[in-house]
């Protein structure tokens, strides 16, 4: 029976400029007394990945508008407005409020940014795991974003490496042998969703594990996936862009 | 720390009209070696609770859109059509594609219809298990939805029980002190997700546990929670319908 543990990673600390998030990540693990395992998704936060890499902006700590002009610095196409809210595209084509910059937990007079490249920093996380600690794990970057027609925020992956964004069931039959309607699973986001969790909104806790996934859920070696290039849907087929 | 266990209910076997789900769910979960707990969070397919409570309707076999005038008597309002797609909001306020109604992992000439009262029917389930096997759960009937902007298809809550749907950080603070800017997290829909990667699509496993949430994640007794209610965001302060 497939069955999984999902479980935060404290102790991770305050994550600075050029931190290197491999070994924070992996020596928290250890020293909890659940080290990383081959075949584990780790999720890591959109805020510690964007704290390590210095995709930081200052903005006015006295004006809570400050941060604003950085929403539409980093929008490519802004959706909608109401009030002070705003929903862009950003120019990884993630649609979400506010363009992803985000002011909790950061320093005051920070914003955090989203990282240049999400996937590439879960694919660099990814790789110094692999290379430094032996362990070969699916990397997932998350974020929490809201959602038209449904009240509240949950989280989902901005980049991931190792793992399959997508499970592309084409083909498969249900239970009945007829070939399924719903084909494309995103995988990556519902394994970000249950690491929310774990992690919480002001726990501090930045990162967290989901073992248990089916092996063939990961990539093989040398097989790149990205959420950019398989999750974020083209302006062309999307109803509601 | 807080660590979850997600597992999926197998051995549930064909549900008909009129079966009793709190037996058919308690069980084979007992079966599993995994009888249900208190403070268990149980997230149950709309697919079994529709066949249970005979929310089924007839299509022609013969015609692959057969299906599409229920998905026209099932909805308030068509958001957008592109080819045989359907999106539209149901008499429950869900967004979705075809009404939800669903073709898959029925019998050949049937279609699912979503449960009348989907939150009544995780009511019901709810206080079946509590009344029947002295189990305090909190119950979530799944449905598979797509989104807009995102590739894939993830798993939501189409209705709840005993559990919250959302949980309301406003007021809380973050680790730096300062006040939360996201403040309502989708708690049933991340249950929902990290329940349907122990389900899958095509193996028959219409049910599962997430195990460890935090106890004051779930209602008190007398205390009513609902996915239409609380989740489903009024076409007045929505900025995409």
């Not at 075949?39 to 700590?61: C, I, N, Y």
């Not at 120019?91 to 914003?111: P, Q, W, Y």
């Not at 290379?131 to 980049?159: L, N």
Request: some cysteine; charged content about 25%; overall charge negative.
């Amino acid at each position: 029976m497939s069955r999984l543990e999902v479980f935060g990673i404290e102790g991770i600390g305050e994550v600075v400029r050029g931190a290197d998030l491999a070994v924070l990540v992996a020596e928290a693990a250890q020293s909890n007394g659940t080290p990383l395992a081959d075949g584990d998704a780790l999720v890591v936060t959109q805020k510690v990945v964007s704290k390590a890499e210095g995709a930081m902006a200052r903005v006015d700590p006295e004006d809570p508008l400050g941060h604003k002009p950085l929403v539409e610095e980093n929008s490519v196409r802004i959706l909608r407005r109401r009030g002070d809210l705003i929903i862009s595209e950003t120019k990884h084509g993630f649609v979400c409020a506010n363009a992803g910059i985000d002011l909790s937990n950061v320093g005051r007079g920070e914003a955090a940014l989203l990282p240049d490249d999400p996937d590439r920093s879960a694919r660099r996380l990814r790789d110094a795991l692999s290379g430094r600690f032996g362990v070969e794990v699916g990397v997932i970057v998350s974020d929490t974003f809201g959602r038209p027609w449904r009240r509240g925020v949950t989280d989902v992956a901005i980049g991931c490496s190792g793992i399959r964004p997508i499970i592309d069931l084409r083909g498969t039959r249900d239970a009945y042998g007829r070939e399924l309607q719903v084909t494309e699973v995103a995988l990556v986001d519902e394994v970000a969703a249950a690491a929310e969790l774990v992690m919480g909104k002001s726990t501090g806790i930045p990162a967290a594990v989901v073992r248990g996934l089916d092996p063939a859920w990961f990539t093989g070696p040398g097989e790149r996936s990205g959420v950019v290039a398989d999750v974020v849907r083209s302006a062309a087929e999307d109803l509601f862009r």
